[in-house]
């Protein structure tokens, strides 16, 4: 059919049953200050947390080492990568290619250090989750498990039909920066949204397309920042979406005042923050 597929790489890991919630955060895309928030966030929770990441770590914001070293630093082996995440993996460092991080040139030389390219070569692309006898699958959404490329533009059915597993109790995605958790038979299905840039919707030439696969925007198309929380009350799995947001204002002014030229695509991302709405 023409479509190149991704060999899909998976790890398993087992959780300490001491462990008192997960927190799956995703699509950090490169952004500081969406850490800052949820660093206070999860200060003010009792118990142990397990952070998990799923997938996008960078571009197009401005940070992406300090993003990078965030992950590695509070989800460690527990993350899975993106489609950016490959991307920037592939990449030999002359700068070139359509998803270069901004970097500054003093930084160029850590950014591909070999610590950072280990790392991102350690993770995979399915990460599966044993914890207190419960079966947790996550992937980023980009490909499925087969290898097969799935767009951003999927709806909660088109994922829930691409990357649920009927052994798992929960199935994570990401991607879309859409959340929502739904029931799938025995199975929840649940997508993280986005720390960074959440979306509801995509304003192309045909009109408004809400990634709910919803005809009207509704009160679940909440275009603040999420994560996930996972509980096990009662040994029975529970997963909340999260809701917070920082300064996007401060954000975007960052951006105009940097001396990296703003590309096309980044600049319709910036316009997003505030709307929901990603004008193509």
């Given amino acids: 059919d023409g479509i190149m597929s991704t060999m899909v790489r998976s790890v398993r890991y087992q959780l300490d049953d001491s462990i008192d919630r997960l927190l799956i955060v995703s699509d950090i895309h490169g952004f ?3 850490l800052e928030v949820f660093d206070t966030l999860h200060a003010a929770m009792n118990g142990r ?5 799923n997938g996008d770590m ?3 914001g401005l940070w992406p080492l300090e993003a990078i070293q965030w992950i590695r630093r509070n989800a460690g082996e527990f993350a899975v990568l993106g489609n950016h995440d ?3 993996f592939q990449m030999d460092g002359s700068g070139s290619g359509d998803d270069q991080p ?10 591909f250090s070999n610590q950072v390219r280990d790392y991102l070569g350690s993770l995979r692309h399915r990460l599966v989750l044993s914890w207190r006898g419960r079966c947790i699958v996550l992937m980023h959404g980009h490909v499925t498990s087969n290898g097969k490329p799935i767009s951003w533009r ?7 039909a691409q990357f649920v597993e009927s052994d798992a109790d929960l199935c994570v995605v990401s991607h879309t920066h859409y959340a ?23 304003q192309d030439e045909h009109g408004l397309h809400l990634h709910s696969g919803n ?18 009350p009662d040994n029975e799995i529970q997963v909340e979406i999260a809701r917070f947001d920082y300064d996007r204002q401060a954000e975007l002014q960052d951006h105009l005042q940097t001396l990296s030229p703003l590309p096309n695509m980044l600049t319709k991302e910036l316009l997003a923050m505030c709307s929901g709405i990603w004008k193509v």
């Avoid at 947390?49 to 990441?53: K, L, M």
């Avoid at 901004?102 to 950014?111: A, C, I, S």
């Avoid at 929502?180 to 995509?202: D, E, K, W």
């Fill in 102 to 111: 901004h970097v500054t040139k003093e930084d160029e030389k850590q950014w």
């Fill in 32 to 34: 500081v200050r969406p």
């Fill in 49 to 53: 947390s397990q952070i998990v990441f």
């Fill in 86 to 88: 490959e991307d920037v």
């Fill in 215 to 232: 005809a009207e925007i509704g009160p679940d198309d909440d275009v603040r920042c999420s994560f996930l929380v996972v509980t096990l």
């Fill in 58 to 60: 960078c571009n197009p």
């Fill in 154 to 160: 999927a709806s909660p059915q088109e994922q829930s």
């Fill in 180 to 202: 929502y958790v739904r029931q799938h038979g025995r199975t929840i299905c649940a997508n993280t949204g986005s720390m960074s840039l959440p979306f509801i919707g995509v």
